[in-house]
């Protein structure tokens, strides 16, 4: 009867081993099935911006002729709304960049490129004179310059317009010194319809302004 009892008892002991055996390996199973499935990371393409093509003003000759040349890495224009035409959208505007802009915009927005172009490079001749700020963006933001500045600040600018796109390319001319100003070297220009008797040297009368040196 004892050895029954010891004999029962060993069979039970050893099936405890096993349920506990098959309880752990179902707890792996079960964690090993739960991992989520992990997928390569997909390559994303990257962003490209145009970037402005290689360009050259024409010679004397050239326009004499009404012709360009070109070469393979050169493209030659043959006027200042071709250039305008060439240069590509730049990824971000720097801050001077962004102040040039702004001024070509609201200061001669609707004139033609050659008198945007010329407002422009009166600015840029201004920050390398000596006698006004070192910096686009402070020459743009002088005191009693610029009548569209209000209270330290521009106004907002439609950005998504063509002439905002038209007066970004002219800056970007007018900083890479791409096309000549029929002002070049001018410090002044006022509008037509006043007359402040500054006694300064008249360079040229574009559109709605005249510049002066």
Known sequence: ??????????????????????????ESIASMTSLPKTEPAATQPAVVFAAPRETAQPLESDHAAGSSSTSDSDFSATSLAALVDAQGAPEELDGDMQCLAGAVYFESKGESLEGQL????????????????????????????????????????????????????IAQIA???????????????????????????????????????
């Open 175 to 213: 900083m890479n010194d791409s096309w000549d100003s029929r002002a070049e070297g001018a410090l002044f220009f006022h509008a037509r319809r006043v007359s402040p008797g500054w006694g300064k040297t008249k360079l040229a009368s574009i559109d709605n302004h005249i510049f002066y040196r």
């Open 118 to 169: 010329a407002v422009a490079r009166v600015i840029i001749n201004r920050a390398k004179s000596g006698r006004f700020a070192d910096s686009l963006c402070g020459v743009i933001y002088q005191p009693s310059q610029f009548s569209f500045v209000r209270r330290g600040s521009m106004p907002p600018i439609r950005i998504e317009s063509r002439s905002w796109r038209q007066a970004v390319a």
């Open 1 to 26: 009867m004892r050895a029954a009892i010891v004999a029962a008892f060993a069979l039970s002991a050893a099936a405890a081993v096993s349920a506990s055996e098959m309880s752990i390996a179902g």
